[in-house]
């Protein structure tokens, strides 16, 4: 679940918003109505990590550990060999 909240509230109420973070709820903090900043569980900011790492041309492979119980998967995929970059052709339109 998430709450948003102004800025000043978030000031004013800082150790509430950091419970309902450790309950499990994110915290989205705005100016003036719009979202400036958000407070998430270290779990899922690790995940934001990996998958801004990942960036769109690193495939569903580099997002693995993203899940429950992936570890196993993660593994495999650490030791498995590297091919590098396919070979796109280009196409003619």
């Not at 997002?63 to 003619?92: C, H, M």
Request: hydrophobic share 35%.
């Amino acid at each position: 679940m998430e709450k948003n909240i102004s800025v000043a509230e978030a000031k004013a109420t800082f150790s509430e918003c950091i419970r309902k973070v450790e309950a499990g709820s994110a915290v989205l903090i705005t100016r003036h109505g719009k979202p400036v900043a958000a407070l998430v569980s270290p779990r899922d900011f690790e995940h934001l990590k990996r998958l801004r790492k990942a960036g769109p041309e690193s495939g569903l492979a580099s997002i693995a550990g993203g899940w429950e119980n992936s570890e196993e998967l993660v593994s495999i995929l650490d030791e498995s060999p590297r091919q590098g970059q396919r070979n796109i052709p280009d196409v003619e339109y």
